[in-house]
Structure formats: structure tokens, C-alpha cells
């Protein structure tokens, strides 16, 4: 079994460039891909980013995934921030023994 | 349109039972692959089960695994989450999904019930 680690909050301002990171604790992260969801307030999670770095038609290309064996984590990374992109993200994964793994969630604050 | 939209939530006892259902409308349900995930207040995702489109394969998490029951129904364009012995741990939105094939994500998701597990 593994577990996927976000930083709890990130804050940025509008316009900037943003990186959510997404540890795996055991195991590759290169051995299964990486989903990143976004969560408004009040909404259900809609997919920004699958396949570590495929983006959904619809889904700006403001919108990047990135996976680094080295420090065995997957990156979501934001540019141009708008007050829009204020949510929570979450990163997934799948095993064939733990199936389907959330990270806890990252709140993106834009100010 | 395209959409699923869950209901059954509510309040209930603890050790008591609850039935979800989840209708889908907009696309071919016998097709796809479901997932029921949930979220308790103010915290993150949890995935909770898994069914293949004929129903033939079916997972759980650790958390459900002997008190809750998916089961599906393709006539109906349903999904079904039987929920037994229930603890105030389960208290949660929870949310249908729909996998997106051949990958492992969640394309669609409904609003999601609250079931609330409370004396």
C-alpha cells in the first residue's frame, strides 16, 4: 500500500507561477500515473490533469503535470494564476492492490 | 446531458443502514465503469468501491469492506451503494464517478449525497 502527500495550502498572486507537489510514499512514482482534480467550493472535483501530464479537452494549457523519479513525487504547476484557479487540487493514483489513492488535498489561495 | 446525479443521503443511527442510488443519464451506463468516492466535512477524497460494467468485478476499500454493497443495475441506468453497520466515521458526501476508459481517472462526477451518522 502507498499514500500520496500534498502540502496542505499554497498561496500565490495572480499572474504568477504556481507548483503543487504530490510525494508517493512507497513504490514508483513512475509505476502507475498521476490524475490531478481540482475542487471549487461547493462543486464536485473536475480532472485538470491525467496520465502525469495529458491535459482533458477544455482544461487550459495554464495547466501542467510532471512526475520526478528523483524525489519520487508528481508536480501540478499552474501559470498565469487567476483568482478562478482558487481551489483545492488533489493528486490520484492507482495500484493493483490499493486501487484508487487520493493526496489529502492542496488549497490554492490567489491573492 | 451528459450527468449522474446521486440521492438516498441522509440521517442515520449509528449501526443503522442506508441505500444510495446514483441515476445516469446522457451516455451509454452499461458501458462504463463506476466508482463510488467520499468526502467527509471539510476534508479530502476517499475512495470507497468499484464495479465493472457487467457487475463481474468489484472492489472495496479497507475502511467499507463487509458493511457496504455495490451492485449496479444497466436496465435502470443505475448505480447502488448498500451501506450496513454504519459508523460516524462514514459521515461524508458521497459522490458517484465515472471512470474514463482505458484510463485510470474519473471523468464525470455527480454532486454527490450527504449521509450524516449521528445518534
Known amino acids: 500500500n502507498f499514500m500520496l502527500t500534498q502540502p496542505h495550502s499554497v498561496s500565490e498572486s495572480p499572474g504568477k507561477t504556481v507548483t503543487i507537489s504530490c510525494t508517493r510514499s512507497?513504490?514508483?512514482?513512475?509505476?502507475?500515473?498521476v490524475q490531478w482534480y481540482q475542487q471549487r467550493p461547493g462543486s464536485s472535483p473536475t480532472t485538470v490533469i491525467y496520465?502525469?501530464?495529458?491535459?482533458p479537452s477544455g482544461v487550459p494549457d495554464r495547466f501542467s503535470g510532471s512526475i520526478d523519479s528523483s524525489s519520487n513525487s508528481a508536480s501540478l504547476t499552474i501559470s498565469g494564476l487567476k483568482t478562478e484557479d482558487e481551489a483545492d487540487y488533489y493528486c490520484?493514483?492507482?495500484?493493483?492492490?490499493?486501487?484508487?489513492?487520493f493526496g489529502g488535498g492542496t488549497k490554492l489561495t490567489v491573492l | 446531458q451528459v450527468q449522474l446525479v446521486e440521492s438516498g443521503g441522509g440521517l442515520v443511527k449509528p449501526g443503522g443502514s442506508l441505500r444510495l442510488s446514483c441515476a445516469a443519464s446522457?451516455?451509454?451506463?452499461?458501458?462504463?465503469?463506476m466508482s463510488w468516492i467520499r468526502q467527509a466535512p471539510g476534508k479530502g477524497l476517499e475512495w470507497v468501491s468499484y464495479?465493472?460494467?457487467?457487475?463481474?468485478?468489484?472492489y472495496y476499500a479497507d475502511s467499507v469492506k463487509g458493511r457496504f454493497t455495490i451492485s449496479r443495475d444497466n436496465a435502470k441506468n443505475s448505480l447502488y451503494l448498500q451501506m450496513n453497520s454504519l459508523r460516524a466515521e462514514d459521515t461524508a458526501v458521497y459522490y458517484c464517478?465515472?471512470?474514463?476508459?482505458?484510463?485510470?481517472?474519473?471523468?464525470?462526477w455527480g454532486r454527490g449525497t450527504l449521509v450524516t451518522v449521528s445518534s
Open positions: 464517478a465515472r471512470r474514463r476508459l482505458p484510463y485510470w481517472y474519473f471523468d464525470l
Open positions: 446522457g451516455f451509454t451506463f452499461s458501458d462504463y465503469y
Open positions: 464495479i465493472s460494467s457487467s457487475g463481474s468485478t468489484i
Open positions: 512507497s513504490g514508483s512514482i513512475a509505476s502507475n500515473y
Open positions: 496520465e502525469d501530464n495529458q491535459r
Open positions: 490520484q493514483s492507482y495500484d493493483s492492490s490499493t486501487y484508487w489513492v
